[in-house]
T-cell receptor
Framework: NAGVTQTPKFQVLKTGQSMTLQCAQD?????MSWYRQDPGMGLRLIHY???????DQGEVPNGYNVSRSTTEDFPLRLLSAAPSQTSVYFC???????????FGDGTRLSIL | KQEVTQIPAALSVPEGENLVLNCSFT??????LQWFRQDPGKGLTSLLL?????REQTSGRLNASLDKSSGRSTLYIAASQPGDSATYLC????????????FGDGTTLTVKP
């Protein structure tokens, strides 16, 4: 039972580069979310989705894009990486809003 | 805007002690509240989920309560063990948009042998 799988686990980028953080879940969950976790600031919601084809912005969406073409996958795209985007990124999913969120192990991203 | 606060930020207790972690939220129109545990360098592990219509949930040595009207939840840990050392976070979902969760900054618990 894989749960929520995030790849890569670690990544170093240069300022201005673009990349995609992958998130996949095998639980047939409708709800998926991306968070970033920074020291002293807790988890902040970047983007979320309540089903395939439906996405919306969270608290800190600037500089990030998402799409949800399938139920299983919810990739997060950094368009032009900036040092302020250095963080740990977590993907989470739940069957509905009434069900518990399950988290992946995170992607540790450093931007130089 | 929903704000979630967890006090204290850090707590150190001797092994065997019973303890309470606090979570408060400013908007009582919540859908549910979830408690998580996070070990250093790891992801979040779900502990308990309380729906807005519930008063408490229990799992083993853990008991979470919810007082929606006062905007508070507590996580009670009985007979603490060194293995309970971790950061504990709470998160609330809104009634108006259950797709969004707001997290507290967490309480870092250290249980000393």
């Amino acid at each position: 039972n894989a749960g929520v799988t995030q790849t890569p686990k670690f990544q170093v980028l240069k300022t201005g580069q673009s990349m995609t953080l992958q998130c996949a879940q095998d639980m047939n969950h409708e709800y998926m979310s991306w968070y970033r976790q920074d020291p002293g600031m807790g988890l902040r919601l970047i983007h979320y989705s309540v089903g395939a084809g439906i996405t919306d912005q969270g608290e800190v969406p600037n500089g990030y894009n998402v799409s949800r073409s399938t139920t299983e996958d919810f990739p997060l795209r950094l368009l032009s990486a900036a040092p302020s985007q250095t963080s740990v990124y977590f993907c989470a999913s739940s069957h509905t809003g009434a069900q518990p969120q399950h988290f992946g192990d995170g992607t540790r991203l450093s931007i130089l | 805007k929903q704000e979630v606060t967890q006090i204290p930020a850090a707590l150190s207790v001797p092994e065997g002690e019973n303890l309470v972690l606090n979570c408060s939220f400013t908007d009582s129109a919540i859908y549910n509240l979830q408690w998580f545990r996070q070990d250093p360098g790891k992801g979040l592990t779900s502990l308990l989920l309380i729906q807005s219509s519930q008063r408490e949930q229990t799992s083993g040595r853990l008991n979470a309560s919810l007082d929606k009207s006062s905007g508070r939840s507590t996580l009670y840990i009985a007979a603490s063990q060194p293995g309970d050392s971790a950061t504990y976070l709470c998160a609330v979902r809104r009634v108006t948009n259950a797709g969004k969760s707001t997290f507290g900054d967490g309480t870092t618990l250290t249980v000393k042998p």
